[in-house]
């Protein structure tokens, strides 16, 4: 199971830090994905961290605003996103692939993952 959390309502140029709790499988053995999906649009790649944390991947989107982390100890995925746009406005989903990954595979498809947390809501106003 994937728990997302720390979604809200956030004026742009704001900060915001999502988490995603997983349970019931060995975390450290793959890697971990972050997406949104905004009202009428497809869900989108965000950004993807390796299963020790030691390589990520972002969006052009969103490069050198959002932060992609984990801790392996806690189970949790974060993603910090800092200089919030509206663009931004979306749901939020966290993502685990079934199989284990190499150290530094990074997943950027929806259809590598197949775990999804239920999604946090992201609003930015102008």
């Known amino acids: 199971q994937l728990q997302a959390s720390g979604g809200g309502l956030v004026q742009a140029g704001g900060s915001l830090r999502l988490s995603c709790v997983v349970s019931?499988?060995?975390?450290?053995?793959?890697?971990m994905g972050w997406f949104r999906q905004a009202p009428g649009k497809e869900r989108e790649f965000v950004a993807a961290?390796?299963?020790?944390?030691?390589?990520?991947h972002y969006a052009d989107s969103v490069k050198d605003r959002f932060t992609i982390s984990r801790d392996n100890a806690k189970n949790t995925v974060y993603l910090q996103m800092n200089s919030l746009k509206p663009d931004d406005t979306a749901i939020y989903y966290c993502?685990?692939?079934?199989?284990?990954?190499?150290?530094?595979?990074?997943?950027?498809?929806?259809?590598?993952?197949?775990?999804w947390g239920q999604g946090t809501k992201v609003t930015v106003s102008s």
């Open positions: 961290v390796s299963r020790g944390g030691g390589y990520t």
């Open positions: 993502a685990a692939p079934d199989l284990t990954t190499g150290r530094d595979t990074l997943l950027k498809s929806t259809a590598q993952y197949d775990y």
């Open positions: 019931g499988r060995t975390f450290s053995g793959y890697c």
